[in-house]
């Protein structure tokens, strides 16, 4: 693994989330924010899932709090991947304010990969910055093209369900206990739909842990 | 209430993931606390599959056009297709079947 390598790799990792960026974008103003808004939550917010949640369950006729709360929890895994980088990235004042910002999927599982820290620090500033330039570029270019196209006509209500399976998609690889959970939770929000306020089927379904796992066991 | 949503879900994000480069490792090395970080994205993210798969608002909704293109979208997903191939397959199995 060279430097180059790295950081070809990591670029197109960035050009490939790019195309996610566009139906965000596109959902997003469909679900009735503005293009100022969507991009601000591609800018600042900047992880996908969460932001995709949020507009969701908005879109859905859900309240302010059922879509935030969706949005955090979500978000939550963040914090992890913040942690599993620090020692890595290993910075310090300004530098670490701009690194939390790109503390995501992407750049966490390029970091990660790599052989020895330093090329950690070329994976992780390259994929955040690639990521974060065609992400941002789409969801702008989506929050237009939604704007004055109706969404359903260019199929992107069947590209979120899409979107959210590829994210869910490398978990389920992982193991059977990762299975168990995700199927729990489907069934959990599928049942939920009809009987609850919007946003909710979603929430509820992180009752799938308690109902999947044995949590007390491995504490 | 759309601006409340906006800047509470950018601050919230932000400081969620800036925690972890604050609180001490040491936290995280709990057993408990690890699992359930990993796996509550598990828990959602397969709800909000189905969610935006079926639903439609509090009803369970059957779309055509919309199951089909997930449905592509799903096999690309399993044959380890780029995102990018996700994306295109599933919007244009949708759009070419409204179009018939």
Redesign the interface.
């Known amino acids: 693994m060279t430097r180059r390598t790295v950081i070809r790799d990591s670029l197109g990792v960035g ?6 960026g ?2 965000f974008g596109a959902a997003s103003v469909s679900a ?3 293009v100022v ?1 969507t991009c ?2 591609s800018l ?4 996908g ?6 507009v ?1 369950v ?1 879109a ?2 859900g309240t ?1 709090a059922a ?2 709360a ?18 890595l990235l290993r ?1 310090r004042g300004v530098r ?2 701009v ?3 790109g ?1 995501i999927d992407e750049s966490t599982a390029m970091a990660v990969a790599q052989p020895e820290p330093e090329l950690s620090r070329v994976a992780f500033w390259w994929t955040f910055a690639g990521v974060f330039t065609f992400w941002n570029l789409t969801t702008l270019l989506g929050a237009l093209v939604g704007s004055v196209v109706d969404p ?18 490398p ?2 690889r992982s193991g059977a ?2 299975k168990r ?6 069934l ?3 049942a939920l ?6 946003g909710v ?2 929430l ?6 308690l109902l999947a ?1 044995d ?1 007390r066991r ?2 | ?6 800047l ?3 601050v ?3 400081l ?6 604050l ?1 001490p ?1 040491r ?2 090395d ?3 606390i ?27 909704e059957l ?1 055509g ?6 449905a ?3 096999v ?3 044959r380890r297709a ?3 191939v ?3 397959v ?7 079947l ?1 179009q018939v």
């Open positions: 050009i490939a989330v790019g195309a996610y566009f139906a009735g924010l503005s808004q601000l939550l600042f917010t900047f992880t899932g969460t932001q995709f949640a949020v969701g908005i859905g006729g302010v879509a935030l969706s949005g955090l929890l979500l978000g939550s895994r963040n914090t992890l991947y913040a942690m599993r980088l620090a020692p910075v670490r304010l690194a939390a910002l503390t359903p006509a260019i199929g992107l209500d069947a590209v979120v369900p899409a979107a959210f399976l590829a994210l869910l998609a978990r389920l206990l990762e959970i995700a199927l729990a939770g489907a959990i929000a599928a739909i009809p009987v609850t306020p919007p089927p979603v509820a379904a992180c009752a799938a842990l796992t949590l491995s504490g | 209430m759309l601006w409340v949503l906006v509470a879900t950018i919230g994000c932000y969620l993931k800036l925690a972890g480069y609180v490792a936290v995280m709990h057993p408990r690890r699992h359930v970080v990993e796996l509550l994205p598990v828990a959602l993210l397969a709800a909000l599959v189905v969610v935006e798969a079926i639903a439609n608002g509090r009803h369970i779309d056009p919309r199951l089909a293109g997930f592509v979208g799903a690309a997903v399993w780029p995102f990018l996700v994306v295109v599933a919007a244009a199995t949708a759009a070419l409204r």
